[in-house]
């Protein structure tokens, strides 16, 4: 199985700040025959399910604010906030679809400082 | 607008069965591959099994296997989770989730709110 792992456990910043999380995979997740990396970031606030933020490790799910973006390829991956705001206070996962099982990443808490 | 409505969950003593149940309205649900996530109290996400577009092909994850068996009716647009051997290590909220095209290697963009399962006696 391929293993996600994140870093950090968990972050606080001041509003306005730019948060950045970092997510790796055990192997690659870039499917060369379509060169796209299978990798999702979701978002999850206190008492609700997850939501779906990015895919295809950069491209932004429609209605998710462009504060938000993903980049990376092959295993290392990035999640950045440019611009915290306090209703981006949840939990963030990310997810590989390469490979089945699918796997996702233990999870980093984002704060505000 | 997407809907996904989950049921079934409730308390269940180790060794038990209980079948779950997702409700999907608001898309063509045969286009689409489906699958159950789980979060155990105070934990992160799980992902448990995925059942292609035409039922064709089902996966599940290790620590399911042979225990638990998803399914789906188009004709009703629901997603079927029945667990046999329910363990306490199963408790858990249990998601339906939406694939995000008919391919089971998709992301998940749509979710339910779930339903709790609690195995113990």
């Known amino acids: 199985d391929i293993v996600m792992t994140q870093s950090p456990d968990s972050l606080a910043a001041s509003l306005g700040e730019r948060a950045t999380i970092n997510c790796k995979s055990s192997?690659?997740?870039?499917?060369?025959?379509?060169?796209?990396?299978?990798l999702a970031w979701y978002q999850q606030k206190p008492g609700q399910p997850p939501k779906l933020l990015i895919y295809?490790?950069?491209t932004r799910e429609s209605g998710v604010p462009d504060r938000f973006s993903g980049s990376g390829s092959g295993t290392d991956f990035t999640l950045t906030i440019s611009s915290l705001q306090a209703e981006d206070v949840a939990v963030y996962y990310c997810?590989?679809?390469?490979?089945?099982?699918?796997?996702f990443g233990p999870g980093t808490r984002v704060d505000i400082k | 607008e997407v809907q996904l409505l989950e049921s079934g969950g409730g308390l269940v003593q180790p060794g038990g069965s209980l079948r779950l149940s997702c409700a999907a309205s608001?898309?063509?649900?045969?286009?689409?591959?489906m699958s159950w996530v789980r979060q155990a109290p105070g934990r992160g996400l799980e992902w448990v099994s995925v059942?292609?577009?035409?039922?064709?092909?089902?996966y599940y994850a290790d620590s399911v296997k042979g225990r638990f068996t998803i399914s789906r009716d188009n004709s009703r647009n629901t997603v079927s989770l029945q667990m046999n051997s329910l363990r306490a290590e199963d408790t858990a909220v249990y998601y339906c989730?939406?694939?995000?095209?008919?391919?089971?290697?998709?992301?998940?963009?749509?979710w339910g709110q779930g339903t709790l399962v609690t195995a113990s006696s």
């Open positions: 295809w490790a950069s």
């Open positions: 192997q690659t997740v870039l499917f060369t025959s379509n060169n796209k990396n299978y």
């Open positions: 997810q590989q679809y390469c490979t089945l099982p699918f796997t």
């Open positions: 608001g898309f063509t649900f045969s286009n689409y591959a």
């Open positions: 059942i292609s577009d035409n039922a064709a092909y089902t």
């Open positions: 989730a939406k694939g995000s095209s008919d391919s089971r290697y998709s992301a998940s963009d749509y």
